[in-house]
């Protein structure tokens, strides 16, 4: 018998005192038996290393002398605490495609496929297991909502890649609420098939939201779907000194306390998966004010997340990230606290000051845009070879269209802001893995994750199948 059913079956708490657990620690109901999951909210911090954690939490305590609401759980011993094995079918080093699908449909699959198998077998999302046994269900992001991600909670597709089609599928699924960016895989004007989805969306009942106005004005009864941005949303720092990107664009926060307040008084409860998914595309590009501020952002998406499970006592949260990226971590230089509170200045990511340089732009001119938009000064040397990569020889990487120079970048940050990062790519680390609510107390110090998609459906008493 499982400790769960073990617990459900017999009295709680004659078990308790026979394995010397304290009563504290369990939610039971009147009927002295372990509660179960009505809703479940589950937040992804995807890509986000341990270090990622790390300086979220030290730039926040340098700055403001508080910590973050996750290291919080921690220091009140509110969360159950653990690391999960991310691995992959096809590698030690998973990607988000994978990674989601082994939560999503419970089973290990390649690299960049979602819940499907290498001979087209097909594992079923569990957003669509838990549509199935009548709960509310839900994903927002800050990429777009057709990537890896939130589709592996929801679809089967061979390739993450094919964005238009996962936007087809969700038609169909008529999910309850999806919220994010990637307008290029719904409009007709982007659409290679120039079919236009936001009317299709809009003729099914969905509720279409373009802006942050159109978020707060929606009303319950029929789903919607937000998308709020040509591909990912802009960077928290750059859209907080932008205005208009700010009364544009929802925070990963916003979205989900809209999310949460649209699907909370289903009787049967709700399933919400909250994604920051630019925390990763900042660690490809090495990009610290981009990663630092989004995972500050994810941090108050876990807020909303916890306020409400603490009122509503039936809701589990989970709190993680899908795999490391790049590992960035605190270095010792000279005088590394006062470089490192020198983020403080930073007033926009990488990406968007290196993507304010072109090949007219002047060493000086490129070493006092710096200086004013991030506070510290490149050597005249430095300045010449990034301004080298706007003159043909250009960098690669994963989200880096315009092949911006972010490696060579973030190497000449090191001294000044004390911030090393291991590569531009995704790491094998095990990850960091939190819980609250009915269910927590059975979850393992280490865990497959795989074993999640069983844990979460038995936590909520949802059939697999
Ligand atoms: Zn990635």
Redesign the pocket.
């Known amino acids: 018998m499982k400790r769960r059913d073990f617990f459900r079956n017999g009295s709680v708490l004659a078990a308790l005192s026979s394995i010397g657990c304290s009563p504290k620690s369990l939610l039971i109901d009147a009927d002295n038996k372990l509660k179960t999951a009505k809703n479940i909210i589950f937040l992804v911090s995807?890509?986000m290393s341990q270090g990622t954690f790390n300086i979220a939490q030290t730039y926040l305590n340098r700055k403001e002398g508080i910590n973050t609401h996750w290291v919080n759980l921690y220091i009140e011993r509110k969360v159950s605490r653990g690391l999960m094995d991310m691995a992959s079918a096809s590698s030690i080093v998973t990607?988000?495609a994978a990674a989601s699908s082994s939560w999503g449909g419970g089973v290990r699959v390649r690299n960049g496929s979602l819940n499907m198998g290498p001979k087209d077998e097909v594992y079923t999302p569990i957003l669509q297991k838990m549509k199935a046994a009548g709960k509310a269900v839900g994903c927002v992001t800050t990429v777009p909502i057709t990537h890896?991600t939130p589709a592996g909670f929801c679809v089967n597709s061979k390739s993450r890649n094919a964005q238009p089609e996962i936007a087809e599928q969700y038609l169909k699924l008529k999910f309850d609420i999806m919220m994010g960016g990637g307008e290029e895989f719904f409009s007709a004007e982007t659409r290679e098939d120039k079919k236009d989805l936001f009317t299709d969306y809009k003729n099914a009942g969905f509720q279409v939201c373009r802006n942050k106005a159109d978020m707060k004005s929606v009303k319950s009864g029929s789903p919607v779907l937000g998308v709020f941005h040509k591909n990912g949303l802009p960077y928290t720092i750059d859209r907080i000194n932008n205005q208009e990107l700010t009364n544009k664009i929802p925070t990963l926060a916003e979205m989900t306390e809209t999310a949460i307040n649209h699907m909370k008084s289903n009787p049967k409860g709700f399933m919400l998966q909250v994604e920051a998914g630019k925390v990763?595309?900042a660690?490809?590009g090495n990009d610290i004010a981009g990663i630092l501020h989004d995972q500050l952002d994810f941090d108050k998406a876990v807020k909303v997340a916890m306020d409400f499970a603490e009122m509503n006592k039936e809701t589990l949260v989970v709190i993680t990230t899908d795999?490391g990226?790049a590992n960035p971590g605190i270095a010792y230089v000279t005088s590394a606290n006062t470089k490192f509170d020198s983020l403080t200045k930073y007033t926009c990511s990488n990406e968007f000051i290196l993507n304010s340089f072109n090949a007219n732009t002047t060493d000086k001119e490129l070493i006092t845009t710096i200086q004013e938009k991030q506070g510290y000064i490149l050597t005249t040397a430095e300045a010449k070879y990034l301004l080298l990569n706007y003159k043909g020889i250009a960098q690669e990487g994963?989200?880096n269209p315009a092949q911006l120079p972010f490696r060579p970048l973030a190497e000449m940050q090191l001294n000044h802001n004390a911030v090393g990062w291991m590569s531009g790519?995704?790491t094998g680390d095990f990850v960091e893995l939190a819980m609250y609510g009915p269910g927590s107390e059975s979850m393992p110090g280490f865990m497959k994750n795989t074993d999640m998609h069983t844990f979460l459906l038995n936590a909520a008493d949802v059939p697999n199948k």
């Open positions: 995807d890509g990607d988000s890896a990763d595309w660690a490809h795999h990226n994963i989200y790519e995704h």
